[in-house]
Structures are given as structure tokens and as C-alpha cells.
């Protein structure tokens, strides 16, 4: 039977609709997923992520542990309070997931690691600091809300008198009373994302509907992030491809020279040799939706669709593909025994909740 989280009973009185995702029970939507999309566009929407797995390490060995278990240096985070996002690696440079890692204080860090992942990152994790001098704890207490959308800071501030939250940068966090609130999403709006005790979930969701947040599910949080550019773990990358083929090259952090991370050796290796295929955007006059799993034929070889679906907000079907690293142009998906033309463009296909004003016509 799939887990619950705390504001279950919440999303039936929302009338959401209820799916299974990573062994969780969650709103795929309640009405509308268009309507949900441009909510967290052009005004705020919130999103239970109480099925992410939050790990608190502490101890005097936690930095260093940290800084051989991801391919980020959490010795860019100089000072409590501040995140970065990066990728725990396999000795092969494959993608064992990727996670946020916030710095509470001296020798205490928390991490934000996917549902779907949760027992092979655990089982990782403890294996790798198995001799290092750190506390491991899984808070299986704790429920995590994302308020997320132009005007979602000042609702998180009014609900919860947290006035400092306006000045937080980007993956910046604060504790707050029982509230630990981090300026981070997965939407590629402004926003936060709360951590908060189980039982405190409901009555602030609650609260946030009353002014107006509106609630939202799985679907729209795929279509946002998929119009961000934003990697989903099991569909654009995993241990098959690496940072560097996963257009997130920029959160291995290669220097300090000597800082060993795992899986640094078969990266170097990558990079000196130059990659053969590239994650990049696809972008459809009409036609049809493509799907994860869609073949890509190109002029250099044939790749593959790892996510796609319809852009509410760039209006036309949009996909993240795999393809060899020298294509540019137009490209072939294969839908439905069809050929649907598409063009190759940078990610994200959305910034600052309006389309890239350079996207081509597909």
C-alpha cells in the first residue's frame, strides 16, 4: 500500500485526484493542471514534497564526508544558512541521484534526496561514511511544503511572520520557530520550500488556501519544471549518464585539485575525451506530444526524448532529448509510427515566468 503523508486528508478535501508516485499516494491535480501551471506562473501555487527524504548529518567528520560523497564542494557553502545543488556520484561518474545539500551550522548538514531513490541513497550513503565520524538520521518526522510562483514570498512571509525570508537569496535558508524556509523549487519561479513538522503540514496548508495559494499536483509540477530546463532523476539522467552529458557539467566543482570525490577519476577521464552526447531542448511547431522513450533521429546518429509533454506557457509541445553532442537544427521524433519535425534549442524553454524571447519557430 503506498505511504501517506501528513496532508493527505487535506488534498481529499481539496478534491484532488490521487496517484501513486515512488510509493507515495499523491495529487496528480485537483482540477485543472493548465490553471495550476499558470497559477505558479503568474501569481503562487504550493506543491506537497512531503515524500522527499530529508537526512540530517552531523559530527566533526560531516564536511569532509561531504565533500568525498558529492561532486559539489560543500566548501562553497561559507557560511550556515546557504545550499548548494549538486550530484552523489558512483565510481563509474554515473548519477546515483541528485539532491540539495544545506549547511544549518558548523558540522550539522541536511539533505533533500528524491522519493524514488530514498533507499539506495540511504543504503549509499551509510556504506560510504561508514568510517567517517558522522550521525546519520533519516527525519521521517518532518513534511515539506513548496510555495512556489512571483508572489509566493510575501504569502510565506504574511502566514508566517517570517519578515527575514525577503531578503534570502537564492538557495539561502532560515530557521524560523519550528520552520526551517529555503528559497529553492523546482519550478523555475521565485519561491520557498518549507521543512516543518508533520503535524504542523495541514493547518499551514490550510492556511495558505485561504489566501488564496493555490494547491497543485505532480502533473503541473512536471510541466513547470520541464519548461525550466530541470533534470528529472529516472527520466533525464541516472546511473547510465553522467553530469557532464546531463547539462548540469557546472555542479562538479574540479578544484580544489586534490578534493577526492567519488567518481572524479572516470569525469576527468570523460572530460579529457570530450562527451558524445549532450542533454539539450526540443521545441514543436504542433503534431503531437512526445514522450520519454521517443526515438530522435539525427544527421550524426539517433537519440532519445527523456522527458516531454505540452508547454502551457511556451504553448506548443516541448522535450529534453539525449542526442549526439554536434547536433544543431532540425531533428526527427519518431511519435506514433510519424516523423514529427522539431529544432534543437539551449534550455530552459522558460525564464522569469515568460518564454525565451529568442525561441525559434519549430
Same mark, same amino acid.
Given at each position: 500500500?503506498?505511504?501517506?503523508?501528513?496532508?493527505?486528508?487535506?488534498?481529499?478535501?481539496?478534491?484532488?485526484?490521487?496517484?501513486?508516485?515512488?510509493?507515495?499516494?499523491?495529487?496528480?491535480?485537483?482540477?485543472?493542471?493548465?490553471?495550476?501551471?499558470?497559477?505558479?506562473?503568474?501569481?503562487?501555487?504550493?506543491?506537497?514534497?512531503?515524500?522527499?527524504?530529508?537526512?540530517?548529518?552531523?559530527?566533526?567528520?560531516?564536511?569532509?564526508?561531504?565533500?568525498?560523497?558529492?561532486?559539489?564542494?560543500?566548501?562553497?557553502?561559507?557560511?550556515?544558512?546557504?545550499?548548494?545543488?549538486?550530484?552523489?556520484?558512483?565510481?563509474?561518474?554515473?548519477?546515483?541521484?541528485?539532491?540539495?545539500?544545506?549547511?544549518?551550522?558548523?558540522? @550539522?548538514?541536511?539533505?533533500?534526496?528524491?522519493?524514488?531513490? &530514498? !533507499? $539506495?541513497?540511504? #543504503?549509499?550513503? =551509510? *556504506?560510504?561514511?561508514?568510517?567517517?565520524?558522522?550521525?546519520?538520521?533519516?527525519?521521517?518526522?518532518?513534511?515539506?511544503?513548496?510555495?512556489?510562483?512571483?508572489?509566493?514570498?510575501?504569502?510565506?512571509?504574511?502566514?508566517?511572520?517570517?519578515?527575514?525570508?525577503?531578503?534570502?537569496?537564492?538557495?539561502?535558508?532560515?530557521?524560523?520557530?519550528?520552520?526551517?524556509?529555503?528559497?529553492?523549487?523546482?519550478?523555475?519561479?521565485?519561491?520557498?520550500?518549507?521543512?516543518?513538522?508533520?503535524?504542523?503540514?495541514?493547518?499551514?496548508?490550510?492556511?495558505?488556501?485561504?489566501?488564496?495559494?493555490?494547491?497543485?499536483?505532480?502533473?503541473?509540477?512536471?510541466?513547470?519544471?520541464?519548461?525550466?530546463?530541470?533534470?528529472?532523476?529516472?527520466?533525464?539522467?541516472?546511473?547510465?549518464?553522467?553530469?557532464?552529458?546531463?547539462?548540469?557539467?557546472?555542479?562538479?566543482? @574540479?578544484?580544489?585539485?586534490?578534493?577526492?570525490?567519488?567518481? &572524479? !577519476? $572516470?569525469?576527468? #577521464?570523460?572530460? =579529457? *575525451?570530450?562527451?558524445?552526447?549532450?542533454?539539450?531542448?526540443?521545441?514543436?511547431?504542433?503534431?503531437?506530444?512526445?514522450?520519454?522513450?521517443?526515438?530522435?533521429?539525427?544527421?550524426?546518429?539517433?537519440?532519445?526524448?527523456?522527458?516531454?509533454?505540452?508547454?502551457?506557457?511556451?504553448?506548443?509541445?516541448?522535450?529534453?532529448?539525449?542526442?549526439?553532442?554536434?547536433?544543431?537544427?532540425?531533428?526527427?521524433?519518431?511519435?506514433?509510427?510519424?516523423?514529427?519535425?522539431?529544432?534543437?534549442?539551449?534550455?530552459?524553454?522558460?525564464?522569469?515566468?515568460?518564454?525565451?524571447?529568442?525561441?525559434?519557430?519549430?
Amino acid at each position: 500500500m503506498p505511504a501517506r503523508t501528513p496532508l493527505y486528508d487535506a488534498h481529499l478535501e481539496a478534491g484532488a485526484k490521487m496517484v501513486e508516485f515512488a510509493g507515495w499516494e499523491l495529487p496528480i491535480r485537483y482540477g485543472s493542471l493548465v490553471e495550476e501551471h499558470q497559477a505558479v506562473r503568474q501569481r503562487a501555487g504550493m506543491f506537497d514534497v512531503s515524500h522527499m527524504t530529508v537526512v540530517d548529518l552531523q559530527g566533526c567528520g560531516a564536511r569532509g564526508a561531504l565533500r568525498r560523497l558529492l561532486a559539489n564542494d560543500v566548501d562553497k557553502i561559507r557560511e550556515p544558512g546557504q545550499a548548494i545543488y549538486g550530484c552523489m556520484l558512483d565510481h563509474s561518474g554515473g548519477i546515483i541521484d541528485d539532491l540539495i545539500t544545506y549547511r544549518i551550522e558548523d558540522d @550539522f548538514y541536511r539533505l533533500v534526496v528524491n522519493a524514488a531513490t &530514498r !533507499e $539506495a541513497d540511504l #543504503a549509499w550513503i =551509510r *556504506e560510504q561514511l561508514a568510517e567517517e565520524d558522522v550521525e546519520i538520521v533519516e527525519r521521517d518526522d518532518l513534511a515539506m511544503i513548496a510555495v512556489q510562483g512571483p508572489e509566493s514570498v510575501a504569502h510565506v512571509v504574511e502566514v508566517l511572520g517570517a519578515q527575514r525570508v525577503e531578503q534570502l537569496k537564492p538557495f539561502r535558508s532560515t530557521s524560523h520557530g519550528d520552520f526551517f524556509i529555503a528559497r529553492t523549487g523546482y519550478t523555475g519561479e521565485d519561491g520557498c520550500e518549507i521543512i516543518l513538522p508533520g503535524d504542523l503540514a495541514a493547518p499551514l496548508w490550510r492556511k495558505f488556501i485561504e489566501r488564496g495559494v493555490v494547491p497543485c499536483g505532480l502533473g503541473a509540477r512536471d510541466s513547470l519544471r520541464l519548461e525550466a530546463g530541470l533534470n528529472l532523476y529516472g527520466q533525464d539522467m541516472d546511473t547510465g549518464t553522467t553530469p557532464l552529458e546531463s547539462n548540469i557539467a557546472w555542479t562538479v566543482a @574540479f578544484d580544489p585539485a586534490d578534493r577526492d570525490f567519488i567518481g &572524479r !577519476e $572516470a569525469l576527468e #577521464a570523460q572530460r =579529457r *575525451e570530450g562527451v558524445s552526447r549532450k542533454l539539450t531542448g526540443l521545441l514543436f511547431a504542433s503534431g503531437g506530444i512526445p514522450r520519454q522513450g521517443a526515438a530522435v533521429h539525427t544527421p550524426a546518429g539517433e537519440g532519445v526524448v527523456t522527458s516531454g509533454g505540452f508547454g502551457p506557457t511556451v504553448e506548443r509541445p516541448v522535450a529534453m532529448a539525449r542526442i549526439p553532442v554536434d547536433v544543431d537544427g532540425e531533428v526527427e521524433v519518431e511519435l506514433r509510427g510519424r516523423r514529427l519535425a522539431a529544432r534543437v534549442v539551449k534550455l530552459p524553454f522558460v525564464r522569469r515566468g515568460k518564454p525565451r524571447d529568442d525561441l525559434p519557430l519549430a
